[in-house]
T-cell receptor, first 115, second 111 residues
Framework: DADVTQTPRNRITKTGKRIMLECSQTKGHDRMYWYRQDPGLGLRLIYYSFDVKDINKGEISDGYSVSRQAQAKFSLSLESAIPNQTALYFC??????????????FGPGTRLTVL | GENVEQHPSTLSVQEGDSAVIKCTYSDSASNYFPWYKQELGKRPQLIIDIRSNVGEKKDQRIAVTLNKTAKHFSLHITETQPEDSAVYFC??????????FGTGTRLQVFP
């Protein structure tokens, strides 16, 4: 979905470096998410934000931090990258419908390699 | 904690056959169950979803069934085609509004 973008698309870095992955959306959604995808493990939630002032940890938040700079922007940081953070990272957005947030729209993904 | 188990992890079928992927969830408060398809090198995209007040939903060749008592839900694809080849993820949403994903099923449809 072209309305959710991620930068960079690919990144190779070294152990100990600080890395920031950025996500932007033009869908006007209030909710944003960061997932990590590893082979055989599916999509695991790192952090999520239901609005600009709301940040919540997901199931695997250790070693990561986030910033919701605006409704349309949600960044994921690795303060000191380690090799087991090598993965495909997806940002997603959804809208509150009054009964919950339904469809999540994913960005194209960022492939991160930590050497 | 909340968990979604998905089986099988891989599934190979002949073109034209049916494919069934099954998921089990642990949170009895879950009320929304989407299925996502991820083609090779692409992002996951929603293909069908079902809410807890419905037992079955169909959309052309795909259908989803939900058994709330057993906490099972399944994806059914009929008349499979090579373009159905992808990884499929089930998910369940609980009261905290987070989606918990299954580990994925790699479906291969052979011509």
């Amino acid at each position: 979905d072209a309305d959710v973008t991620q930068t960079p698309r690919n990144r190779i870095t070294k152990t100990g470096k600080r890395i920031m992955l950025e996500c932007s959306q033009t869908k006007g959604h209030d909710r944003m998410y960061w997932y990590r995808q590893d082979p055989g493990l599916g999509l695991r939630l790192i952090y999520y934000s239901f609005d600009v002032k709301d940040i919540n940890k997901g199931e695997i938040s250790d070693g990561y931090s986030v910033s919701r700079q605006a409704q349309a922007k949600f960044s994921l940081s690795l303060e000191s990258a380690i090799p087991n953070q090598t993965a495909l990272y997806f940002c997603a957005t959804s809208a509150w419908t009054g009964k919950g947030s339904d469809t999540q729209y994913f960005g194209p993904g960022t492939r991160l390699t930590v050497l | 904690g909340e968990n979604v188990e998905q089986h099988p992890s891989t599934l190979s079928v002949q073109e034209g056959d049916s494919a069934v992927i099954k998921c089990t969830y642990s949170d009895s408060a879950s009320n929304y169950f989407p299925w996502y398809k991820q083609e090779l090198g692409k992002r996951p995209q929603l293909i069908i979803d079902i809410r807890s007040n419905v037992g079955e939903k169909k959309d052309q060749r795909i259908a989803v069934t939900l058994n709330k008592t057993a906490k099972h839900f399944s994806l059914h694809i009929t008349e499979t085609q090579p373009e159905d080849s992808a990884v499929y993820f089930c998910a369940a949403r609980g009261l905290n509004d987070k989606l918990i994903f299954g580990t994925g099923t790699r479906l291969q449809v052979f011509p």
